[in-house]
């Protein structure tokens, strides 16, 4: 590598630390938006096994056999969920950003414009990945009470598939946190920005394999899910959680075990976290552009 090059090297690494410690700082001085990104997966998992867990019973024990308790079945899907709400947080962010001034003052730095996506998305994934730990240890919490103490084992993958869940939660948070950025710098509204977050993120929960198997989901659900990112990353965590292949909507059976799961779900959502963010990358780009002119 070439003095030049590695000059670049070294400040694109140090733009995204720039960038990174920005965002942290601002995130802890907003005590709401850390407690409530720490509270809601807990309200979350705790009321969605009380009210759900009953009714279904059945259908889960037809789908994945008797062995399989609806938290451990969950606890994926609200990891998923939690990362999916942080991630829509990353564009009502940017538009703060640019009420205050603050975006417009970056944008005549010199700072890169790839390292200012990644430094903001690094720090959305620091919260995502004490969330998920959360979510985990939650988890087993609910898990003691509901088998009477009698757990055996909570991650059949062990201390590997946890740190594989945290992997998956980040992998899967990217393409979102790119999608609510971009809607940031197009509307450059924080309501418009809400919206446009929310529009999708509730909706493509419930036509997923978040909270049931999708075998016994409405047909045209099935086709849904089948395109629908949130039905891969819950699977691909939800296969390191109990061990086995649980994906349904795409037939592969080429890797074997878990990889049948694993492999199709990063690659579809590793395909999303590059487009998207090539995107998020670009509208930064002619904002920088405009803010010249």
């Known amino acids: 590598m070439s003095t030049v090059e590695a000059g670049n090297s070294n400040g694109f690494l140090m733009d995204i630390?720039?960038?990174?410690?920005?965002?942290?700082?601002?995130?802890?001085?907003?005590?709401?938006?850390?407690?409530?990104?720490?509270?809601?997966?807990?309200?979350?998992?705790?009321?969605?096994?009380?009210?759900?867990?009953?009714?279904?019973?059945?259908?889960?024990?037809?789908?994945l056999g008797p062995d399989i308790s609806y938290v451990t079945y969950l606890t994926p899907a609200i990891i998923v969920q939690s990362a999916l709400v942080a991630a829509a947080g990353s564009g009502i962010g940017l538009v703060d950003d640019m009420?205050?001034?603050?975006?417009?003052?970056?944008?005549?730095?010199?700072?890169?414009?790839?390292?200012?996506?990644?430094?903001?998305?690094?720090?959305?994934?620091?919260?995502?990945?004490?969330?998920?730990?959360?979510?985990l240890g939650l988890g087993y919490v609910l898990l003691w009470f509901d088998t009477g103490g009698e757990i055996g084992t909570y991650i059949e993958t062990g201390i590997v598939g946890a740190l594989g869940i945290v992997l998956v939660a980040i992998v899967f948070a990217i393409w979102f946190?790119?999608?609510?950025?971009?809607?940031?710098?197009?509307?450059?509204?924080?309501?418009?920005?809400?919206?446009?977050?929310?529009?999708?993120?509730?909706?493509?929960?419930?036509?997923?394999?978040?909270?049931?198997?999708?075998?016994?989901?409405?047909?045209?659900?099935q086709t849904v899910a089948t395109f629908n990112p949130i039905t891969y990353g819950v699977d691909a965590a939800r296969a390191l959680m109990l061990g086995r292949d649980v994906q349904t909507v795409i037939d592969v059976t080429a890797f074997g075990g878990v990889w049948n799961t694993l492999i199709p779900s990063f690659a579809v959502?590793?395909?999303?976290?590059?487009?998207?963010?090539?995107?998020?990358?670009?509208?930064l780009n002619r904002a920088s552009s405009s803010s010249a002119q």
């Not at 959502?269 to 509208?283: E, F, K, S, T």
Request: charged share 10%; no cysteine.
């Open 17 to 63: 630390w720039i960038n990174l410690k920005r965002w942290l700082i601002k995130t802890t001085r907003n005590p709401f938006v850390v407690v409530g990104s720490l509270v809601q997966p807990v309200i979350f998992l705790v009321l969605f096994t009380e009210i759900f867990g009953g009714a279904v019973g059945g259908a889960l024990s037809q789908a």
């Open 99 to 135: 009420e205050n001034g603050m975006f417009e003052k970056v944008l005549v730095s010199p700072i890169n414009r790839a390292a200012m996506f990644l430094g903001k998305s690094l720090s959305e994934v620091v919260r995502i990945v004490v969330q998920t730990f959360i979510i």
């Open 177 to 221: 946190t790119a999608f609510s950025n971009i809607v940031a710098l197009v509307t450059r509204d924080q309501e418009s920005t809400i919206i446009g977050a929310n529009l999708l993120q509730f909706p493509l929960l419930f036509v997923s394999s978040a909270f049931l198997p999708v075998d016994i989901l409405p047909n045209w659900v």
């Open 269 to 283: 959502l590793i395909a999303l976290d590059i487009a998207l963010g090539a995107i998020a990358v670009r509208y």
